[in-house]
């Protein structure tokens, strides 16, 4: 598809799991994003990557969070001993890097949804 | 990041015209104002954006008030698809700061 695509689209999971989360953005854009949005919330800021690089990780809420993107395309979330806290649905966006005219619109995919229990 | 205020939640008639209002008192001069909104079940998608000019598209329209201090994202003619939650967000037109940061937004719901 030409979207950004998520994979699983929902997780259950046990506290004190661990967790992968997959985004595939769409192919060309070199910016890719994670969100977090817990329920009735607008989506919170995690990380921010340009190319392979997370050039904003400010909004990870701790060391039980980390994301890569080793080739600059596919990213994977991860997040380690899972807490009932973690549980939100969180999404990824891609885009163009901002350039002249262009907005960087970021495009979004329809989130994986984690209920750790 | 500049902050927005938006209502909480706004109601309006189908085939009606809406104006979902935004505040944001503390923008720099290098801010964009941008629009999304998110569909129930979807991630956010871009509605809009400008700087100082009023912008239209085939979406909707953005409304900039001469200060900048506040602007107003116009749906012409709602339709019960366009119940979402909307959000005014300012961002940074800079190719170091791209990120953008949501608040709670307006949710819109259009009445048959």
């Known amino acids: 598809g030409a979207g950004v695509s998520q994979t699983p689209s929902n997780k259950v999971t046990e506290k004190g799991k661990y967790v992968e989360l997959r985004c595939d953005p769409i192919s060309g854009h070199t910016a890719l994003y994670w969100y977090r949005q817990s329920l009735g919330q607008g989506p919170e800021f995690l990380i921010y990557?340009?190319?392979?690089?997370?050039?904003?990780d400010s909004g990870l809420p701790n060391d039980r969070f980390f994301a890569v993107r080793p080739e600059g395309s596919v990213s994977t979330l991860k997040i380690q001993r899972t807490e009932r806290g973690d549980s939100a649905v969180y999404l990824c966006?891609?885009?163009?890097?901002?350039?002249?005219?262009?907005?960087?619109?970021?495009?979004f995919g329809e989130g994986s949804r984690l209920t750790v229990l | 990041d500049a902050k927005t205020t938006q209502p909480n939640s706004m109601e309006s008639n189908e085939e009606e015209p809406v104006h979902l209002p935004c505040n944001h008192s503390t923008i720099s001069g290098t801010d964009y104002i941008h629009w999304y909104r998110q569909l129930p079940s979807q991630g956010p998608e871009y509605v809009i954006h400008g700087l100082t000019s009023n912008v239209n598209n085939r979406m909707a329209s953005l409304a900039i008030a001469e200060d900048r201090k506040s602007s107003t994202l116009i749906l012409h003619r709602a339709t019960l698809r366009d119940a979402a939650v909307y959000y005014c967000i300012l961002r940074v037109q800079d190719q170091g700061a791209q990120k953008l940061v949501f608040g709670q937004g307006t949710r819109l719901t259009i009445n048959p």
């Open positions: 966006a891609s885009s163009h890097p901002v350039r002249g005219e262009n907005t960087g619109e970021l495009f």
């Open positions: 990557f340009q190319g392979t690089g997370a050039a904003d």
